[in-house]
């Protein structure tokens, strides 16, 4: 299963629909292309390392600003102190990497259920990837530029997600349908 698949199904998983999923998973793939382990390319040069060092140095405790550097990191790019703090902590206590993406997924579920309950609930009931998309942007990873270009872009990402996983689904559906009627 590669990452895509395995996004997908965990948050399928949790409740999510399918336009939520899709939604979601549009904004994740903008902030970070789907990696667990991204290090925002802007703080690259500025920290003097990659994705897999700055993983390295932090899960073995040699570099200890993970917190306070304003770095974004991971799936969702956790950028605020707090939040970060929290991931590695909840990393930590879990005896994983950072860049672990179950970890990652665990750790934004736990989110979505603590923080953003309102967003949890849209993203469980969501018919559109629209919809879905422009709520995690607005709520939850609230980038600086919400521009509607910016949602339609993170929309057209989930919708990619959606054509690709949610149709799977329907038409599994209607095998087992035809399964059963005959």
């Known amino acids: 299963m590669n990452t895509e698949e ?4 965990f948050l399928k998983g949790q409740g999510l629909s399918d336009a939520g999923v899709a939604g979601l998973m549009g904004n994740l793939y903008a902030e970070s292309g789907l990696r667990s382990n991204n290090l925002q390319n802007s703080y690259e ?11 390295e140095l932090v899960d073995h405790g040699s570099y200890t600003n993970f ?3 304003r770095a974004g990191y991971g799936l969702a790019q956790w950028t605020y102190p707090t939040r970060k703090a929290a991931l590695l902590a909840y990393a930590k206590a879990a005896g994983k990497s950072i860049g672990d993406l179950e970890m990652q997924l665990s750790f934004l579920m736990q989110e ?3 923080g953003y309950k309102s ?4 993203l469980k009931t969501a018919v559109t990837v629209q919809e879905a998309s422009d709520e995690v ?3 939850f990873e609230r980038p600086a530029d919400q521009s509607a270009a910016v949602k339609s872009k993170r929309a057209s990402y989930g919708q990619k997600y959606f054509d ?19």
């Open 112 to 114: 979505l259920s603590t």
């Open 67 to 69: 917190g306070n550097d």
């Open 164 to 182: 690709k996983y949610a149709q799977k689904g329907v038409q599994k559906l209607k095998i087992i349908e035809a399964i059963l009627t005959k």
């Open 119 to 122: 967003l949890l609930a849209l």
């Open 6 to 9: 395995k996004i997908w199904s």
């Open 137 to 139: 942007l607005l709520q």
């Open 45 to 55: 040069g500025k920290l003097g390392m990659a994705d897999a060092e700055y993983t």
